[in-house]
């Protein structure tokens, strides 16, 4: 079975920082695109950054350039959110999902559960 676990969500400060993590198993990860989501309460869904096979980065949400960046390991299976001068407006449940057709992907196949992210002002 494939599975995504996210971890590394917490209650933080504006100003300070996090790290989120997406475990992954059950694919060819080095196959896949991994993008991060986030639903803030009330609201759509949103993706936030993607890496691609490549490690190439491609940014959904303009409002996290700058602060946030992602990165993978192709070894451990992973992918990594970072997470920099976080601000009330990212607080929200963060999603990893996989996609073998890339970050430009209309449709993602395998999500995870999400980590929570409230960052307070």
């Known amino acids: 079975d494939v599975q995504l676990v996210e971890t590394g969500g917490d209650s933080v400060q504006a100003g300070e920082s996090l790290r989120l993590s997406c475990a992954v198993s059950?694919?060819?990860?080095?196959?896949?695109?991994v993008g991060w989501f986030r639903q803030a309460p009330g609201k759509e869904r949103e993706g936030v950054l993607c890496?691609?096979?490549?490690?190439?980065?491609?940014y959904y949400a303009d409002s996290v350039k700058g602060r946030f960046s992602i990165s993978r390991d192709n070894a451990k299976n992973a992918v990594h959110l970072q997470m920099n001068t976080l601000e009330p407006e990212d607080t929200a449940v963060y999603y990893c999902?996989?996609?073998?057709?890339?970050?430009?992907?209309?449709?993602?196949?395998?999500w995870g559960r999400g980590t929570q992210v409230t960052v307070s002002s």
């Open positions: 059950g694919l060819p990860f080095d196959q896949y695109a």
């Open positions: 999902a996989a996609e073998w057709d890339g970050c430009s992907a209309t449709y993602w196949n395998y």
């Open positions: 890496i691609d096979t490549s490690a190439g980065t491609t």
